[in-house]
Structures are given as structure tokens and as C-alpha cells.
């Protein structure tokens, strides 16, 4: 399956205006953003867990990353309320589920199969920083490695908002809204700009909160090997 594939071409998705698919599991639905592969792919979607929902148990052969987004994502690992962001790299397994349910925003298959660290943070306990380089810009910095930049910013109402990307850039709003390319995005919208691309958002009359990554698009994404 190739959905929304082609990594050098600009890509938006409203997802809150999907309908939600049903998954092989019973009460886990999902609305796809973008795919290669079948049942085991390279993957970004939101996921929403309807209440006393589980996954079966589950090696994540190639990585996974997600944000809660709404209610409490839970694991053998703890309780994860809305504003979490985890990373479970490649070879860690877990039983997910939750009983008030959830919706997260998960990406799965992106990470470097040799990564082996584990990230649990809890955003609500963290503050936003000043970024001294963009005007009406703060930032939460959530993970580097170097071939990754992850982070959530908050963008100040009505500012105009620099989205140039040398290797890619992908985000999902979380909160409010701004214009891009003379297109609206609002909470559960997702953009995606290719490598080397020159972009600029302004950001609505309530600002906006996104969750950001950058500088992961710099080769192209291959589907898992066997999918």
C-alpha cells in the first residue's frame, strides 16, 4: 500500500475531517496520514483507542513513535496522559492499551534499526524557551540524534513563522491554527514539506501549539524490508 508516498512533493492532510478505519484489533481505528508498506509498514497515522481496548502484545521491529493527544495511553510501562511523547526503538516490545481510551498520533518504522534509547516525556511538566533565531517562536525540545529534530512549538498569534527545510519537515497541529501556502490548518492538521523546500506559516488570531520534526527527509523513505 503507498498512500501519500511521494517524499517530494509538499503534503497536507486534515485528518479531524477523516473518517476513522478500522484496524485488525477490535476497537483501535486509525486514520492514515501516510504509508508504505501493508500491515507492517512505514507509517504515520492517528490512532484512537475506544475505552478497555488493547493491542495483542508486540515486538516494534522497526521503532515507534507517538504523541498522546487525547485521554491516557497505557502499557505494562505506566499510564500516559494526554501531552506525552514516547519513543520505543527498534527491538522493544509492549501490550498497549487504554481503558478511559485515547488517540495518539503514532509513526511507525522511522527510526535508525541500530537506536536503542528509550524516551518517556511528559510535556505537561516541561516549559516552553525563547528561540533567540524565529520571532514568536518558543520551543519544548523533545529528541535529537542528529539525523532528527523533534519538538513542539508555540507560535504567537498572527506571526509569520519560517518553515524552510533543508532535509524535511514534517508537523501536526496540536492547538489553534495558521495558513500555509494559502491553505488553513487547525488542530489535527498535518503538513508535510520536502527536502529543501521554502515554506512560511502565519499563525491564526489564537496563535498556534504544533508538534515539529525536522531534518528526516533528507533520503527517501523506503518501506520495511518484506512488507
Known amino acids: 500500500m503507498e498512500l501519500n508516498a511521494d517524499f517530494d512533493a509538499r503534503c497536507a492532510v486534515h485528518s479531524s475531517s477523516m473518517p476513522w478505519i478500522e484496524s485488525p484489533m477490535p476497537g483501535v481505528d486509525r486514520r492514515m496520514l501516510d504509508r508504505l508498506g501493508d500491515e507492517v509498514a512505514r507509517a504515520t497515522s492517528i490512532v484512537r483507542y475506544a475505552p478497555n481496548s488493547q493491542f495483542s502484545p508486540h515486538v516494534h521491529t522497526g521503532g515507534e513513535e507517538f504523541f498522546v493527544l487525547e485521554g491516557v495511553f497505557q502499557d505494562e510501562h505506566g499510564d500516559f496522559p494526554a501531552g506525552t511523547y514516547i519513543r520505543n526503538p527498534p527491538q522493544s516490545s509492549h501490550t498497549p492499551g487504554s481503558e478511559p481510551g485515547c488517540i495518539i498520533f503514532v509513526k511507525l518504522w522511522q527510526f535508525d534499526l541500530q537506536d536503542r534509547t ?7 511538566k516541561m516549559k516552553f524557551l525563547s528561540d533567540k533565531d524565529s520571532i514568536g517562536v518558543e520551543v519544548m525540545p523533545l529528541f535529537n540524534d542528529g539525523r532528527e529534530d523533534v519538538v513542539l512549538e ?46 512560511a506559516a502565519v499563525a491564526g488570531a489564537t496563535g498556534a501549539r504544533v508538534w515539529i520534526k525536522r531534518d528526516h527527509l533528507g533520503e527517501t523513505p523506503l518501506p520495511p524490508s518484506g512488507s
Do not use: C, K, M, Y
Open 118 to 124: 528509550h524516551s518517556r516525556i511528559d510535556t505537561n
Open 154 to 199: 508555540r507560535w504567537r498569534p498572527n506571526s509569520r513563522i519560517n518553515l524552510d527545510s533543508q532535509q524535511g519537515l514534517e508537523l501536526l497541529v496540536l492547538e489553534g491554527s495558521f495558513e500555509e501556502a494559502g491553505e488553513a490548518f487547525e488542530s489535527g492538521s498535518w503538513l508535510r514539506l520536502p527536502a529543501g523546500s521554502t515554506s
